[in-house]
């Protein structure tokens, strides 16, 4: 037993190399777990910083200085959150009240068509599961409007705005000194670090193509969900549009989750009639051509990755840093993949077929 766990650490720890990588992870690993939420606006401000150092790089490669790039960027960059945060924002607000305005009476009409439906299909729905139905709905309700007032809620108010007032000084400072703070770095790191630095080299590409590529696909369905939705109209449909944009975070998952509130605020709306089939038919085809189309062109660069694969390091990612982990979860499993491939192993079955060659 002893020989076979030396042979093993033998194989995968021998070079000095992978010992520091081991402990690069582990590091990462551990700042993620325990300050992920308190440093939540520096991962968010080096996240963007990432995308806008592509555009600032191809400025550079056009001739124009790193400081007045960064400028340009940045400015562009504040203008565009300056579009959202007083043209998009109030307009999702306002849908946010006037949703939890009508709540109440989309939940009645809910009750009462779920009490109508023991009496139209009595041989599947019981009385008793109608009854459970609505009592599970009323205490999720209840939950939900407790945490919404409560000083947790309130916090996270305060936290959000403090959020996006760090996030716009944090992102230029990151790209103006870009190269300070990586000289930074590299001074506390061990100069025996070549594995690392092929790993990062391997999975940087990877990070960049996917970051910027659902970063343009939240985008391009928000966009087109929102159009679509208003043309056909249903109520907020900014605030659903939004909630379609974002669920291209989760694969295979967000989609049908997100299925759940539109099919409701059709239902409502539209009846079963057909401008309420026009939605779902609109949502399917939607839905369709993003994983069909857009998902194809935007990340043809990127290492494809089993469905399984995916939807468990979106649980374990998800599961230790909540949002940042679900919207990462596709780059840390090929972070692991990559170092899983790159992970030098001594074949001991080699070694020893040599030694016995050589003596």
């Given amino acids: 037993m002893f020989s076979q766990i030396k042979d093993w650490y033998h194989r995968n720890f021998s070079d000095p190399q992978v010992v520091i990588l081991a402990l690069w992870l582990i590091l990462g690993l551990v700042l993620v777990m325990t300050l992920g939420r308190i440093l939540a606006p520096v991962f968010a401000s080096i996240v963007l910083a990432y995308l806008l150092e592509g555009v600032v ?33 109030p307009m999702i607000i306002r849908q946010v009240v006037d949703a939890a305005r009508v709540f109440p009476d989309y939940i009645s009409q809910i009750q009462t068509f779920v009490l109508q439906l023991p009496d139209r299909y009595p041989q599947i729905v019981g009385e008793g599961q109608v009854n459970d139905i609505l009592e599970s709905i009323r205490k999720y309700i209840g939950e939900q409007s407790t945490k919404v007032v409560s000083p947790s809620g309130l916090m996270y108010l305060i ?28 001074r506390y790191m061990p100069r025996n670090r070549a594995l690392a630095m092929d790993v990062w080299s391997e999975v940087d590409a990877q990070i960049g193509n996917y970051v910027r590529g659902k970063v343009l696909e939240i985008l391009v369905v928000w966009i087109v969900t929102y159009t679509t939705f208003a043309v ?3 109520p907020f449909a900014m605030l659903i549009s939004m909630l379609v944009g974002f669920s ?65 390091a979106v649980l374990v990612f998800g599961g230790i840093w909540g949002f940042w982990g679900v919207f990462f979860a ?3 499993a090929t972070l692991v993949n990559a170092v899983l491939r790159a992970w030098p192993r001594q074949n001991t079955e080699t070694e020893r077929a040599a030694n016995a060659g050589q003596n």
Avoid at 292 to 301: A, C, D, G, H, R
């Fill in 232 to 234: 056909l109209g249903l």
């Fill in 159 to 186: 936290g959000l705005v403090v959020f996006l007032v760090l996030m716009p000084i944090l992102v230029f400072f990151f790209l103006k000194d870009k190269d300070q703070i990586q000289a930074w770095f590299r």
């Fill in 57 to 89: 790089m191809r400025l550079q490669r056009l001739g124009i200085p790193r400081i007045i790039a960064v400028t340009a960027v940045f400015s562009a960059f504040m203008a565009v959150l300056l579009v959202v945060f007083f043209g998009i924002t």
């Fill in 248 to 312: 291209v975070l989760i694969p295979y998952i967000g989609a049908a989750v997100v299925t759940i509130p539109v099919a409701i605020v059709a239902f409502i709306q539209f009846g079963f009639s057909g401008d309420f089939v026009w939605v779902i038919v609109a949502y399917a085809i939607i839905q369709l051509l993003d994983g069909n189309v857009l998902v194809p062109v935007l990340f043809s660069e990127v290492v494809s990755l089993h469905p399984v694969a995916i939807i468990i």
């Fill in 330 to 332: 596709i780059p840390l």
